[in-house]
């Protein structure tokens, strides 16, 4: 179950609010550990390199249109400045 948050009730007065953002932090809490005890993880394949690179970061390239050099399809991990597949 991915969170997603809700939109927010026609809140009138300052309990009402704290209430609302009461049951959404507990609503992310529960997602998160919920994540603490991943099997498996699913990327997308992707056709172009992220927009915002981030030293660390892990994607799936096409191969196609995002060919990290000289690595093709793949996953590969954004490391020192370059793409390294895994």
């Not at 953002?21 to 997602?31: T, Y």
């Amino acid at each position: 179950m991915a969170y997603s948050p809700k939109s927010p009730p026609t809140i009138t007065t300052l309990e009402e609010l704290r209430q609302w953002v009461e049951e959404e932090l507990r609503s992310i809490s529960k997602e998160l550990h919920s994540m603490s005890d991943v099997d498996v993880v699913q990327f997308n394949v992707i056709s172009k390199p992220p927009a915002r690179l981030i030293e660390g970061m892990v994607a799936f390239a096409d191969g196609v249109t995002f060919q990290p050099p000289l690595l093709n399809r793949g996953l590969h991990q954004y490391e020192s400045g370059v793409w390294k597949k895994l």
